[in-house]
Nanobody
Framework: QVRLVESGGGLVQAGGSLRLSCAAS????????MGWYRQAPGKQRELVAA???????NYGDSVKGRFTISRDNAKNMVFLQMNSLKPEDTAVYYC?????WGQGTQVTVSS
């Protein structure tokens, strides 16, 4: 059974940084496509970043150059480093792999 647990969200001022963590069990992140998605109120869930088993990364246009996805194979965790945060980054952020979702972590960026 796959379980994903996100943490690291919070309230930050515009221009600040946060680092989200996703602890995975029931799946090995080093050989699995892992992704971060977000959903703002009234909007559809959108891809923020993804990392393949080969280590290739992909980012949504709105976060390119500001966010970085990475993983720690030894800890079986995936991270999302978010820099230069903007109010429009406010959303619930979810960790995802093959149809499995975490519970989400709230990120709120104040102007």
């Amino acid at each position: 059974q796959v379980r994903l647990v996100e943490s690291g969200g919070g309230l930050v001022q515009a221009g600040g940084s946060l680092r989200l963590s996703c602890a995975a069990s029931g799946i090995i992140v080093s050989i699995t496509l892992m992704g971060w998605y977000r959903q703002a109120p009234g909007k559809q869930r959108e891809l923020v970043a993804a990392i393949t088993r080969e280590g290739s990364t992909n980012y949504g246009d709105s976060v390119k150059g500001r966010f970085t996805i990475s993983r720690d194979n030894a800890k079986n965790m995936v991270f999302l480093q978010m820099n230069s945060l903007k109010p429009e980054d406010t959303a619930v952020y979810y960790c995802h792999t093959f149809g499995n979702w975490g519970q989400g972590t709230q990120v709120t960026v104040s102007s």
